[in-house]
């Protein structure tokens, strides 16, 4: 018979006591494509954040074109048509809304704390154009952790922004 350094339950025990101090949340839990007339589209995309043992900074600013890798400290997205290939056409004007408090520009999360963002962006297409179906896609979500002795900058990465993705949208011209 084997001997364990700690019996089953007791590995258990101590599993549930780390494993909440080394997790935080972030995801996204709505998108939307909301058609208005026969060019324009209002996208949302909603997502929560929040960090065990660190307060959070967040993006109020988006920025259409950055794409992941850039040092901005703005969110990035980009319109895509339905093969996902970029759409350079048309304007956007884009931010983020929380009821976080704001501090020096950024939305403030108090570490232990849930909070809600979204991304609301109102797209217009040029009348003449050819593209019909149209989606918004995150491409660059910075955040900044931090605590007493140190800040740590940080993004979500590509396999995990998938995830913020409108669905794509038809446009009847």
């Keep these: 018979m084997r001997k364990y350094l700690f019996p089953l339950p007791v590995l258990l025990v101590i599993l549930s006591m780390l494993i909440p101090n080394l997790t935080f949340a972030y995801f996204s839990t709505n998108q939307t494509a909301t058609v208005i007339n026969d060019s324009q589209i209002l996208f949302t995309v909603t997502y929560k954040f929040g960090f065990k043992k660190y307060n959070g900074m967040m993006p109020i600013g988006a920025v259409r074109g950055l794409e992941f890798g850039n040092p901005s400290p703005y969110l990035g997205y980009k319109i895509l048509d339905k093969q996902g290939k970029t759409v350079i056409d048309g304007t956007a004007y884009s931010i983020v809304l929380s009821d976080a408090k704001v501090v020096n ?7 232990g704390v849930l909070k809600t963002f979204t991304l609301v962006t109102l797209y217009s297409l040029p009348k003449e154009t050819s593209i019909n179906d ?22 979500m990465n590509p396999s995990e922004l998938q995830y913020y993705t409108t669905p794509i949208v038809h446009l009847d011209k």
């Design 105 to 111: 520009n950024s939305y403030y999360i108090p570490k």
């Design 134 to 155: 149209v989606s918004l896609r995150v491409t660059s979500l910075p955040f900044m952790m931090q605590n007493e002795k140190k800040e740590i900058m940080a993004k």
